[in-house]
């Protein structure tokens, strides 16, 4: 059964079914939906929850065993399944887990986007009619105010339209620097209150510590040292390395979409493809000028090996890596990494 976003709250209160499946870009949109379900579990009385993220190494041997066994603590349990990228591997294995769901277990997966072609798949379309299957859309820009709105009234404030339109240019775009700055807001300002654009006005000068958004800034135009002492900063205040990984792999990303889309079409119309805001494009633009096909597969891989060591993986420092990724990002390759030395 496919539902909307907005449709899951209600479903959950009325019964859990055994799978839930949540697939999209907006990081924030999936992990708050993902997050619904977890709180329902608990409501159900499903305290015991399993986590597993799968990779391309991952055994999926050990998530079909421990859905077929029994649990010592409680008489249902909850799979929290996260998948970043799909592959033949995962399919098989969720087609397998498909045929053995039943009302001991709730399976939640977590997926990135699923195009039309992979929900006609045969494997799929089984799980979708077992369970329920939330697609997440991203949000149109000329929906981003009334989105800010919306969810500012939820917190106890009350933007104006003007401010609304401020604070999607101040997050361009990004639904999880949209929801900071409302709940920097409601920190600043507290519950019941009216904001106007002046007051967000105010709220972006008084606030002097870095963001993730600054660092994007500084990588994408190349500025070396400017980069780096942000990312010093971030590190300093104790922003988590999984947030700063996010960040440089969707700069990565979206480079790399750009450079296909610029096989067949121009850069602008293929920054329009990827929905980025006209301020920004001088920002891509001059990352593009420094990179190509060789560069930024090299930073993929090298994020991957980040990503194994933040999870307790062989792999370079958080630190270390991040400071190479900057260098790089910025148009200096390091001498030698661990990708140069034979395994």
């Not at 998530?63 to 995962?90: A, C, P, W, Y």
């Not at 709730?106 to 494997?123: C, F, N």
């Not at 500012?152 to 339209?161: D, H, P």
């Not at 597969?297 to 980040?306: R, T």
Request: aromatic share 6%; glycine share 4%; with cysteine.
């Amino acid at each position: 059964m496919k539902i909307r976003v907005d449709q899951l709250e209600q479903q959950v209160k009325k019964n859990l079914v055994p799978l839930y499946i949540i697939s999209g870009d907006e990081v924030l949109l999936c992990q708050e939906a993902a997050d619904t379900i977890r709180k329902a579990a608990q409501l159900h009385n499903i305290d015991e929850r399993l986590r597993f993220v799968a990779d391309s190494q991952f055994d999926w041997q050990d998530v079909i065993n421990e859905n077929q066994s029994l649990s010592l603590f409680s008489t249902r349990r909850l799979f929290d399944i996260q998948i970043d990228k799909m592959g033949e591997k995962h399919s098989k294995a969720l087609a397998q887990l498909g045929q053995s769901l039943s009302e001991d277990n709730i399976i939640l997966l977590t997926l990135p986007k699923i195009d039309a072609r992979t929900q006609k798949a045969k494997w799929f379309t089984q799980l979708e009619s077992q369970g329920v299957f939330v697609q997440i859309w991203p949000i149109d820009a000329n929906r981003l105010p009334a989105w800010v709105q919306q969810r500012a009234q939820a917190l106890g404030l009350s933007l104006t339209r003007d401010a609304a339109s401020i604070v999607c240019e101040r997050g361009e775009g990004n639904l999880l620097a949209l929801s900071q700055e409302l709940e920097k807001l409601a920190l600043l300002h507290g519950k019941d209150s009216q904001i106007d654009a002046e007051k967000v006005i105010e709220s972006v000068a008084d606030s002097s510590r870095y963001s993730i958004y600054d660092l994007s800034d500084r990588l994408l135009m190349g500025k070396t040292k400017d980069a780096m002492h942000c990312l010093n900063q971030l590190m300093g205040e104790g922003v988590e390395a999984s947030i700063v990984l996010w960040l440089f792999n969707r700069e990565i990303q979206t480079l790399s979409s750009l450079l296909r889309a610029m096989q067949s079409t121009s850069f602008r119309q293929a920054c329009q493809a990827e929905r980025i805001w006209d301020k920004r494009i001088p920002f891509y633009e001059s990352a593009m000028s420094r990179h190509n096909k060789v560069t930024l597969p090299y930073m993929q891989n090298y994020l991957a090996l980040i990503d194994k060591s933040i999870k307790g993986l062989e792999g370079p420092s958080s630190e270390t890596g991040f400071r190479n990724l900057v260098m790089m990002f910025c148009g200096y390759k390091p001498v030698v990494t661990e990708l140069d030395i034979p395994a």
